[in-house]
T-cell receptor, first 116, second 115 residues
Framework: DTGVSQDPRHKITKRGQNVTFRCDPI?????LYWYRQTLGQGPEFLTYFQNEAQLEKSRLLSDRFSAERPKGSFSTLEIQRTEQGDSAMYLCASRETGGGFDTEAFFGQGTRLTVV | AQKITQTQPGMFVQEKEAVTLDCTYDTSDPSYGLFWYKQPSSGEMIFLIY??????QNATEGRYSLNFQKARKSANLVISASQLGDSAMYFC????????????FGQGTTLQVKP
C-alpha cells in the first residue's frame, strides 16, 4: 500500500447523470476526508469519516451528494443529477489519529469531474 | 472563524535561488497547526512541512523551512536552492480547531522555477 488511490482519475458526464467516485485510503488510516477543489482555488472540505461513521458534512454537500465508507476501508462519493457547477477536482485524503492530533493528511491524485 | 490568506497568486524564481511564499492566518484558538502542501500538475497534494502553534522553533524539512511569526500570524514557506521540479501550486492550510482534523486551505500560490 503506497498511498491513497482514487478512481477514476477523470470523468466526463452529461448534465443530469449520476456519477460515483472511489477512494482507497492508506490501510491503517482510520480517518478519511473528501474535499472539492475548483479551478484556481484551494480545496474545500466536504465530509469526513472516522472508520465507517460519517461524522461531519459541509453545507457544500447538497442533497445530491452522498458519501459512504461501508466497512471502514474504501469510500465512495456519489453525485446524483449532476450540474455544471459540480465540475471540479474531488480529492480524498486519509490520516491516522493514533499517532497524535497533528498527523498530516495524505491525499490521492483526485478525480477531475467535467459536467457537459 | 479560521481563515488562511495567500496574497501571491504567482511567483517566479531562478533555479538554485531561494524563494519565500507568504501565508497569513486568522484564528482565535490558542492551539493550532499549520501545514504546507505542494500540488503539481498531476493533482496530488504532497505534504511538505508542519508547524504547531506551541512549537518553539521554526520547522525545517530538507530544503523547506517555515518562517513562523506568531505575533504577526504569518507562516511563510521558504524553499532554498530551487529546482525545476519545484514548479507547482503551493497551499498553506490550517487544522480546524475541532477534533476533526479537517484542513482549511488558502487560495494557493503558483511557483514557476526558471532555468
Amino acid at each position: 500500500d503506497t498511498g491513497v488511490s482514487q478512481d477514476p482519475r477523470h470523468k466526463i458526464t452529461k448534465r443530469g447523470q449520476n456519477v460515483t467516485f472511489r477512494c482507497d485510503p492508506i490501510s491503517e488510516h482510520n480517518r478519511l476526508y473528501w474535499y472539492r477543489q475548483t479551478l484556481g482555488q484551494g480545496p474545500e472540505f466536504l465530509t469526513y469519516f472516522q472508520n465507517e461513521a460519517q461524522l461531519e458534512k459541509s453545507r457544500l454537500l447538497s442533497d445530491r451528494f452522498s458519501a459512504e465508507r461501508p466497512k471502514g476501508s474504501f469510500s465512495t462519493l456519489e453525485i446524483q443529477r449532476t450540474e455544471q457547477g459540480d465540475s471540479a477536482m474531488y480529492l480524498c485524503a486519509s490520516r491516522e489519529t493514533g499517532g497524535g492530533f497533528d498527523t498530516e493528511a495524505f491525499f490521492g491524485q483526485g478525480t477531475r469531474l467535467t459536467v457537459v | 472563524a479560521q481563515k488562511i490568506t495567500q496574497t501571491q497568486p504567482g511567483m517566479f524564481v531562478q533555479e538554485k535561488e531561494a524563494v519565500t511564499l507568504d501565508c497569513t492566518y486568522d484564528t482565535s484558538d490558542p492551539s493550532y497547526g499549520l501545514f504546507w502542501y505542494k500540488q503539481p500538475s498531476s493533482g496530488e497534494m504532497i505534504f511538505l512541512i508542519y508547524q504547531g502553534s506551541y512549537d518553539q522553533q521554526n520547522a525545517t524539512e530538507g530544503r523547506y523551512s517555515l518562517n513562523f511569526q506568531k505575533a504577526r500570524k504569518s507562516a511563510n514557506l521558504v524553499i532554498s536552492a530551487s529546482q525545476l521540479g519545484d514548479s507547482a501550486m503551493y497551499f498553506c492550510a490550517m487544522r480546524d480547531p475541532g477534533n476533526t482534523g479537517k484542513l482549511i486551505f488558502g487560495q494557493g500560490t503558483t511557483l514557476q522555477v526558471k532555468p
